[in-house]
């Protein structure tokens, strides 16, 4: 059982395309991630939900929008793709916004703008 | 802001040699700390953490210890082997929402 799914593993696109990718965690976990790693393998936190609730909102162009329709799933909607979002976009989970818990990362979601 | 700082790599290693991954922190407050590893073409797995001063971490010979002195948690094992070849990330808890904020990440490469 995976306990954070993300679909689809690969997407590629054209540019000014809009794109969705889907997240699930059947973990039971309160707080729901997405973040975004680029070609040199930097990963920087984009968005973060607990209990459906916007709690972190980096800086990333409004063309990114989350959503989260229960606390179980963690959508991340991109309109207007550019080829600067070729990216390994990783959706995570954690039991909650506390001290010290572990996240759970999905296996990644490859998207690539062309 | 708070931030990690960790060695660049590639590290290449024989089998059965000591591994050091050094890391070093910048926080407000006593963040947690966390080890991350993600192999080739896989999402990434906690590899251990520590959630307060003098505390060690440790899983599959893997150590670190939170050490508040030198603002470090430097990743070690005694004898690594071709498995571990692989990315790691050290990273701290993020004070708003306790996100993690990730190190840029070390490539290991373990050659037989």
């Known amino acids: 059982d995976t306990a954070v799914s993300q679909t689809p593993k690969y997407l590629v696109t054209q540019m000014g395309n809009d794109k969705s990718i889907k997240c699930e965690q059947n973990?039971?976990?309160?707080?729901m991630y997405w973040y975004k790693q680029d070609s040199k393998k930097f990963l920087k936190i984009m968005f973060s939900?607990?209990?459906?609730?916007?709690?972190i909102n980096e800086t990333v162009p409004n063309r990114f929008s989350p959503k989260s329709p229960d606390k179980a799933h963690l959508n991340l909607h991109i309109n207007s793709l550019e080829l600067g979002d070729s990216a390994v976009y990783f959706c995570?989970?954690?039991?909650?916004?506390?001290?010290?818990?572990?996240?759970?990362f999905g296996e990644g979601s490859w998207l690539t703008v062309v | 802001g708070d931030s990690v700082t960790q060695m660049e790599g590639p590290v290449t290693l024989s089998e059965e040699a000591f591994l050091t991954i050094n890391c070093t922190y910048t926080?407000?407050?006593?963040?947690?700390l966390f080890w991350y590893v993600q192999y080739p073409g896989e999402g990434l797995q906690l590899l251990l953490k520590?959630?307060?001063?003098?505390d060690k971490g440790s899983n599959k010979g893997f150590e670190a210890t939170y050490r508040k002195e030198t603002t470090s948690f430097h990743l070690e094992k005694g004898s690594v082997q071709v498995s571990d070849s692989a990315v790691y990330f050290c990273?701290?808890?993020?004070?708003?929402?306790?996100?993690?904020?990730f190190g840029k990440g070390t490539s290991l490469l373990v050659t037989p």
């Open positions: 995570a989970s954690s039991q909650d916004r506390g001290y010290g818990n572990t996240i759970y």
């Open positions: 973990l039971g976990h309160d707080t």
């Open positions: 939900y607990n209990n459906k609730e916007l709690i």
């Open positions: 926080a407000t407050g006593y963040p947690s």
């Open positions: 520590a959630t307060k001063a003098d």
């Open positions: 990273a701290l808890s993020y004070n708003s929402g306790y996100a993690l904020n």
